[in-house]
């Protein structure tokens, strides 16, 4: 014979099985909350502007169907295939330092057995990403001065006695790469630092043990390790690359013109839109660049095996 425990305990067990499963509702809720904001924002300024454009793209100026009319008057332009070299010479130059350069300077911040050496490192690098693009342009307007610049006697070296000589436009793809660079690469070295913290200290160990050296376990095992995450810095900074806008255009207003105002793609189609009055085209513009960013950004996912499972 059993005896039913009393009521006022079953209330309590019950009570009890009841708690997990508020606290899961409560953190869904929370979870919700945080969603709707960031889907609300990007429907506000991603989704809802990207249909508007692709609507633009194939009408006309007066609402009817244009086709690919659009398309191809903006790709016949005389001025789109050069805008097109010019970006892709930029990205070209960016992304290969930008991979290079930040994986090696991680791995030897990483390396660094100075706790407080390690941090300065970080934070020295950080630094400059902390100026917002116009402000880092800016900045970069005395730099490239070889009247004013800190490094004048480096220009000098290079035979650049004005600022004018600096900014001809067959430099530019390097000197966009090098601002590009150093605005961007110190928030991607403390991604990868941090990245590299996850590697486990086990499997760096049981290497030591059979004889590696630090560059044998970088290129066996760190790098390896990293390939997400340098394919995700790929596509980032693919998607920012293709946005070229700030640089030039604060560039051709500081050398009157010398840097054309439609020296990339994004430069052109605020021409389209603002100077041509032509939004149709400016938004055949931005379609293509989108195309192809996702295109390449494809690339990168797929052989960096960003969504795959350890």
Not at 14 to 35: I, L, N
Request: proline residues 4%; glycine residues 6%; hydrophobic residues 55%.
């Amino acid at each position: 014979m059993t005896i039913a425990p009393p009521s006022d305990q079953l209330a309590v067990d019950a009570d009890t099985r009841r708690r997990p499963a508020r606290r899961r509702r409560r953190a869904t809720s929370v979870g919700y909350a945080f969603v709707s904001l960031y889907t609300l924002l990007a429907l506000a300024f991603g989704v809802v502007p990207a249909v508007f454009a692709l609507g633009l793209a194939f009408t006309t100026a007066d609402g009817g169907f244009a086709g690919f009319d659009n398309f191809v008057k903006v790709v016949t332009d005389f001025r789109f295939w050069p805008a097109v070299e010019h970006v892709v010479l930029y990205l070209v130059i960016w992304l290969i330092a930008l991979v290079v350069f930040v994986v090696v300077l991680a791995l030897m911040v990483h390396a660094l057995r100075v706790r407080w050496a390690s941090t300065s490192l970080r934070f020295i690098y950080y630094l400059p990403g902390a100026l917002a693009g116009a402000s880092s342009v800016l900045l970069w307007l005395f730099v490239l001065d070889p009247t004013a610049s800190p490094v004048s006697g480096l220009l000098r070296l290079f035979g650049f006695t004005s600022f004018v000589q600096v900014i001809q436009p067959s430099h530019l793809p390097v000197i966009f790469a090098i601002i590009a660079f150093w605005t961007g690469a110190g928030g991607w070295i403390v991604i990868m630092y941090g990245a590299l913290n996850n590697i486990s200290t086990e499997v760096i160990e049981a290497a030591r043990i059979d004889g590696a050296n630090a560059f044998q376990i970088a290129v066996s095992i760190q790098l390896p390790m990293l390939r997400k995450w340098i394919a995700y810095m790929g596509v980032m900074s693919l998607a920012a690359g293709t946005q070229l806008f700030v640089e030039p255009q604060l560039l051709s207003q500081a050398s009157n013109a010398v840097v054309p105002n439609d020296y990339s793609l994004n430069q052109l189609a605020y021409q389209y839109a603002f100077q041509q009055n032509d939004f149709n085209g400016s938004a055949a513009i931005s379609l293509i660049l989108l195309v192809v960013a996702l295109l390449l950004s494809w690339v990168f996912v797929t052989r960096g095996g960003l969504f795959e499972r350890d």
